[in-house]
């Protein structure tokens, strides 16, 4: 099993940035494909975005598109998630994820809170 550990949440005003950092350790090979997902308070968790570490590919939501970017360093066993032009409607505990495939994500973090004051 892959072992994931956030960090980087916190306070931001509405417009502001910031970039979560997702570490993995284990079994790394079993984290072909890491995610973002984040849980609002009362919500439902959604799917934020994703990286696949072989090709670089990343997608994401609709509601993130052309604010937040998902970015990893291999050597570091670490992806990113670059988030700018934060909205209140950003406020969430946001999660990494990792599997061996899309959709298919067996491994979880603790969660990091990002509070976005309007």
């Known amino acids: 099993q892959v072992q994931l550990v956030e960090s980087g949440g916190g306070l931001v005003q509405a417009g502001g940035s910031l970039r979560l950092s997702c570490a993995a350790s284990?079994?790394?090979?079993?984290?072909?494909?890491m995610g973002w997902f984040r849980q609002a308070p009362g919500k439902e968790r959604e799917f934020v975005g994703r990286l696949i570490w072989s090709t670089g590919y990343t997608n994401y939501a609709e509601p993130v598109k052309g604010r937040f970017t998902i970015s990893g360093d291999n050597a570091k066993n670490t992806v990113y998630l670059q988030m700018n032009s934060l909205i209140a409607e950003d406020t969430a505990v946001y999660y990494c994820?990792?599997?061996?495939?899309?959709?298919?994500?067996?491994?979880w973090g603790q969660g990091t809170q990002v509070t976005v004051s309007s």
């Open positions: 284990g079994r790394t090979l079993e984290s072909a494909v």
């Open positions: 994820a990792a599997g061996p495939r899309w959709g298919d994500y067996q491994s």
